[in-house]
């Protein structure tokens, strides 16, 4: 029981770094970044050559703080590249799924032509196990379940206190009122894919730290992440951290109790029972 | 403080809505009246920038501020309450203001301003934690105009302040607006509201189908009959 909880934990922690930065994307730009999961495996990948004796050998430290960094320039090449040129022009949000899909398959190739197809493996930012409460845990694990809320702490308090954060909320819900008070949307709009992406990036390392490194690694959370952002409710942000946690134990009872091939059934039979009762999700409000 | 207006023609895509307009604003209250659907709200947008006029010039405090991002027209103290204020709804009231001051000439001073806002508007300050989709129509319009005072404003715009308020709200708005013109801060007023207009503007503007229909300057020239007159065709 012990262990099944922590699974949902750690998954549930994951998936909330990853879909609050789509849910961020989702809230401010109205786009869907169909390259998240591809920027979640750029992050690790990152932090792995960085790290690694096999890449540059700088240490974990290094490796992490450059990865972030390295994000940051990502997230705005992709704003750059593949969703500015289609801002404000008609059906922006399915050209957008499809540049951001494209703009996926070819970093997805270029990271497989680079590192080559072998599994990688980060080190674990902390190693051993804990005991608590009669289950053993991997101190990774632990570190996932504890880290992610405080990311996501620190995230709501970057949307409500700081200048940046409160500009972001503004221009995804009155554009217009947002520029009468001088905000420069662009900014914004590369300032948000800029934090989506270093979201990414965390979610990547820690699971680099837990899993093989490869570049198809991002594929299953991005899947996730939809799954919990439409859960959760569309660009409501409370509603999606709930939703990731929900998803996550949910998929942990399921697979212990019903079976892993059975569990992606489960989930969608909840979130479609879930939007036949809500169908703007757990808290999304009516658009 | 001068706005001057010169000869602005500005609109939709392809739908024209002003015709070579000219105003002028110059350390006072001007206020703008007419028909709806005229062209009112189409000539504030154009001057805070977030439509570009296709021809004529905008100065401002001997600036030509013509085509400027809205950005960068607020930076220079030339800001725009808009019409209706649905503001931000999911934000707290306090954030709002906050976000009014965002420019950097009013972010430094933002407390010191909210100080004066919520002097101003009493009902804001008991309200600030509260979510501006749940203020009533008053409060909104408190808190709009609110916002527009935390950017530290040399004039401020107002699109129809009064619009839908109970003849009690829209007395207490008016003395508000008064007071900020008190303060020396210059003014640039919508409203369909011409008593409100009349008692707090130096000069009016009648403007109908993008252009300025009848000038008054002189205050004292001027009746509410002649207004309405002018207005509905006929004296009420």
């Known amino acids: 029981m012990g262990a099944i909880i922590v699974s949902g934990l750690v998954s549930g922690a994951l998936y909330a770094l990853v879909a ?37 050998g700088l240490g974990l430290g290094i490796g992490i703080v450059g990865a972030l960094a390295f994000m940051v320039v990502l997230g705005f090449v992709v704003y750059l590249l593949l969703v500015r040129p289609w801002i404000g022009k008609a059906n922006a949000e399915l050209a957008v799924i499809m540049t951001t899909i494209a703009g996926s398959i070819f970093l997805q190739n270029l990271i497989l032509e680079i590192f080559g197809g072998r599994y990688k493996t980060i080190d674990q930012v902390v190693t051993g196990t804990v005991a608590i409460g009669g289950t ?59 934090v989506s992406a270093v979201l990414a990036g965390v979610a990547g390392i820690l699971l680099g730290g837990l899993f093989n490194i490869s570049p198809d690694m991002g594929t299953d959370p991005l899947l996730r992440a939809f799954v919990v952002v439409v859960f959760g409710g569309l660009g409501s942000l409370p509603g999606t951290i709930l939703g990731a946690y929900a998803i996550g134990m949910i998929e942990a009872f399921s697979s212990y109790y019903i079976g892993i091939y059975w569990t992606p059934v489960v989930l969608f039979v909840v979130l479609i029972g879930v939007l036949v009762v809500r169908p703007t999700g757990l808290m999304g409000r009516p658009t | 403080m001068r706005l001057q207006v010169e000869a602005i023609s500005a609109g939709y895509g392809r739908v024209r809505v002003l015709h070579e307009i000219s105003i002028a604003v110059d350390n006072q209250r001007v206020g703008l009246f007419g028909p709806n659907g005229h062209g009112k709200t189409t000539l504030l947008r154009t001057i805070s920038g977030l439509i570009r006029p296709t021809a004529g010039r905008v100065i401002f405090d001997g600036k030509d501020i013509t085509g400027r991002s809205p950005q960068s027209i607020v930076g220079e103290g030339l800001v725009h309450v808009p019409q209706g204020s649905t503001l931000l709804p999911r934000m707290t009231v306090l954030e709002a203001l906050t976000l009014g001051a965002y420019s950097r000439r009013a972010w430094p001073r933002r407390r010191a301003t909210m100080e004066q806002v919520f002097s101003l508007f009493p009902r804001l300050a008991e309200r600030r934690a509260q979510r501006c989709n749940t203020l009533s129509g008053g409060e909104r319009q408190m808190a709009a105009i609110g916002a527009g005072l935390m950017g530290c404003p040399k004039l401020l715009m107002l699109d129809e302040p009064t619009l839908g308020l109970a003849p009690k709200l829209r007395a207490e708005l008016a003395q508000a607006i008064h007071a900020i013109a008190a303060t020396g801060v210059g003014l640039l007023v919508i409203d369909q509201d011409i008593d409100m207009l009349l008692g707090l503007c130096d000069r009016l503007y009648l403007i109908e189908q993008g252009r300025v229909a009848l000038d008054v300057v002189d205050r004292s020239s001027i009746q509410h009959q002649d207004v309405l007159k002018r207005y509905f065709g006929s004296a009420a």
Request: positive net charge.
């Open chain 1, 20 to 56: 609050a930065g789509l849910s961020l994307i989702w809230g401010s730009l109205g786009v869907f970044n169909f390259a998240h999961g591809v920027l979640l495996m750029t992050g690790a990948y990152a932090a792995w050559w960085l790290s690694s004796p096999d890449g540059l």
């Open chain 1, 136 to 194: 053993t845990i991997q101190a990774q694990n632990l570190l996932v379940i504890i880290l992610a809320p405080v990311l996501l702490i620190a995230m709501w308090l970057f949307l409500t206190r700081n200048r940046t954060g409160l500009a972001i909320r503004a221009v995804a819900q009155n554009q217009d009122a947002a520029q009468l008070f001088g905000i420069g949307v662009e900014r914004i709009y590369i300032a948000t894919f800029a």
